[in-house]
């Protein structure tokens, strides 16, 4: 069991629903279409009837055929059954319409609602759960929620036909019908036997489904890096292992599910032959006609499977609750940044302020301790610092991508915490130091920040980064499809295209984190004349990887552990002989020689 279950274990946001919440919230999203569902009701009941009345009416037309044999009497038998059975099909058939119009809408909002709040939980959230993992709880158990639905409907279908098969076994032996029914309840304990172990070995299976999916995910996107370290080979043990886990997690969810129909076979092969020995003694005694009781035992066919199904609807049922509780949870995972108040952002002149903050991704992992730093509007302020220092950690808290534990952070004097976040975002410009670019083409995704805009602001935005002259090695101008994550661009390329993308936008506060990846030195400049574009008359913060960038901020604070340790102008900091001049002995003058370097070997 231990080796089936290993790195299985449950995600942090995983709960457990009990079945009567899950059913609660479960109708909730069938509430809108009561209609259609008092229509599918009123067809499984109309069905369940045509079905029923196949044996039913067969029995009466032979008691008929024993009297008058004749081409009529057997004619009308035909079509009575072609009739009754024409009909079953047709209310089947609606009901199969409406049901299925109605899961498919359910789905859709489910789907909807999960996505929401998935786009909705902040950086953290993606940090601690691997994405293929958030990607299988949205696809595949989304659609498999669907199934608790055609469980349900068959249900219905199968308990309205019991209920009409036991009237009329009624009317044939009183007796023996109550013989039958005394069975059910063994039935049923056979079947909530199987409950608990349904649900657990269906959230180990959908575990294992979603551990597979991650996998893939993460392989497929580094697969340049696997391919030039030669690792093709530990990619498919690490796929083979997790695979062979599903393998093993399927089997004993199949061999679980599956045993409870063996299980139910004997005991209604034990219930039919307890029949077939009570009834034999009944004709006998002439209780019933010999034809009465093979009619009966007939009838006992037709009302066994329904009573199979019936009793082993829990364990499959399960299987459907297990997918709507891992969505559930995801829906219901509270987000770690949370917002005191939702006051409107109308304009910020871009003034940031923190005040003795404290913040840590973990709780034993301390980034920023007692920091205090004044931002004033429009400054370009450079952070600088070994790995670790903490400037990221800065620059995605003005973001709000992440919670602070104490301390404030004020945005001309507000604070951050009580603003409304999708109003103060819009004022915010944020480019990543490795620049994501949707599929589409470079159009696309520089009007992405403002989908509103025109193709001219657009054509204006890409020419005022390095005069446009970078669109004339595109294929089709701004026309070109990036490819998935702009893989048919440059670095260089997609740096430009995110740097034209945040001015279109126009923010008030511009965030960069520069990307350390060499570029030639033609879209080097590109790349900084469209920097100097955005960061005049902006509050611009940037995590300096660039000299040019370091040289020509307002101000550059230093960091380390979390603290600042200098600040001041390039030239002060210089003068000082302290951290700075050092990092820029060791990083930044290197930088400028290899710059240097390669404009002479270009030519220039």
């Known amino acids: 069991m231990g080796f089936i279950l290993d790195g299985l274990d449950t995600e942090a946001y995983d709960?457990?629903?009990?079945?009567?919440?899950?059913?609660?919230?479960?109708?909730?999203?069938f509430a809108p279409h009561l209609r259609p569902m008092v229509l599918v009701a009123g067809m499984i009941a109309l069905n369940s009837a045509a079905a029923?009345?196949?044996?039913?009416?067969?029995?009466m037309a032979l008691d008929v055929l024993a009297q008058d044999p004749s081409t009529r009497s057997m004619l009308l038998l035909v079509g009575g059954v072609l009739l009754v059975e024409g009909l079953a099909w047709v209310f089947n058939y609606v009901r199969q319409l409406y049901s299925a119009r109605v899961i498919g809408d359910v789905v859709l909002?489910?789907?909807t609602d999960v996505f929401d709040a998935t786009v909705a939980h902040d950086l953290s959230f993606y940090d601690e759960h691997a994405s293929g993992k958030i990607v299988s709880r949205v696809t595949s158990d989304t659609q498999d929620f669907a199934t608790v639905v055609d469980l349900t409907l068959n249900l219905l279908s199968q308990v309205l036909l019991v209920v009409l098969l036991s009237i009329w076994l009624c009317s044939i032996n009183l007796w023996l019908t109550l013989l039958l029914i005394g069975f059910s309840p063994f039935a049923v304990v056979i079947a909530l036997s199987f409950r608990r172990v349904a649900r657990r070995v269906t959230q180990q299976a959908r575990r294992v489904t979603a551990k597979i999916n991650a996998q893939i995910q993460e392989s497929v996107s580094g697969i340049v890096v696997a391919k030039s370290f030669r690792q093709e080979q530990a990619i498919y043990a690490d796929f083979d292992e997790t695979n062979a886990q599903s393998y093993r997690m399927g089997l004993?969810?199949?061999?679980?599910?599956?045993?409870?129909?063996?299980?139910?076979?004997?005991?209604?092969?034990?219930?039919?032959?307890?029949?077939?020995?009570?009834?034999?003694?009944?004709?006998?005694?002439g209780a019933v006609t010999p034809g009465n009781w093979y009619l009966f035992m007939q009838a006992v066919g037709f009302y066994w499977w329904p009573m199979m199904n019936i009793a082993s609807f829990w364990s499959q049922f399960q299987d459907g609750l297990s997918a709507a509780e891992r969505v559930f949870a995801l829906i219901d995972a509270e987000p770690q940044v949370a917002q005191t108040a939702s006051e409107p952002v109308e304009e910020i002149e871009g003034r940031i302020t923190f005040r003795h903050l404290e913040f840590a991704y973990t709780l034993d992992e301390e980034v920023l301790s007692d920091f205090t730093l004044d931002v004033r509007p429009g400054e370009t302020l450079a952070l600088v610092g070994h790995t670790g220092a903490g400037k990221s950690s800065v620059a995605r808290l003005i973001a709000r991508f992440y919670e602070f534990q104490g301390g404030e952070l004020l945005i001309d004097g507000r604070d951050i915490r009580r603003l409304d976040l999708g109003q103060y975002r819009q004022h915010i410009g944020v480019v990543p130091q490795e620049p994501f670019l949707f599929s589409g083409s470079v159009a696309d995704n520089i009007r992405y920040g403002r989908p509103g805009a025109t193709d001219e602001q657009v054509r204006q935005a890409a020419v005022r980064i390095g005069h446009g002259d970078w669109l004339a090695d595109l294929p089709e101008g701004l026309d070109t499809d990036v490819g998935e994550r702009g893989a048919n661009l440059s670095m260089g390329q997609r740096q430009l295209v995110s740097l034209a993308r945040v001015l279109l936008k126009d923010p008030v506060?511009?965030?960069?984190?520069?990307?350390?990846?060499?570029?030639?030195?033609?879209t080097e400049t590109q790349i900084q004349e469209g920097l100097e574009i955005i960061m005049r008359d902006r509050t611009a913060i940037v995590i300096a990887h660039r000299l040019s960038t370091v040289k020509h901020a307002d101000r550059i604070i230093v960091m380390d552990h979390g603290r600042i340790i200098e600040e001041g102008t390039h030239a002060g900091l210089m003068a000082q002989g302290g951290h700075y001049a050092e990092l820029y002995d060791t990083y930044f003058r290197h930088q400028a020689l290899e710059y240097i370097e390669q404009v002479g070997a270009l030519g220039f």
Do not use: H, K
Not at 15 to 29: A, C, F, G, T
Not at 509 to 522: G, R
């Open 252 to 285: 004993r969810r199949g061999l679980t599910l599956n045993t409870i129909f063996p299980i139910m076979g004997i005991s209604s092969g034990l219930g039919i032959a307890t029949l077939i020995y009570f009834g034999s003694l009944s004709a006998r005694s």
């Open 109 to 111: 909002q489910l789907r």
């Open 509 to 522: 506060i511009f965030i960069l984190d520069e990307a350390t990846a060499s570029v030639d030195p033609f």
């Open 15 to 29: 709960r457990n629903y009990s079945d009567r919440e899950l059913l609660i919230r479960i109708l909730r999203y």
């Open 52 to 59: 029923s009345g196949g044996p039913i009416l067969i029995s």
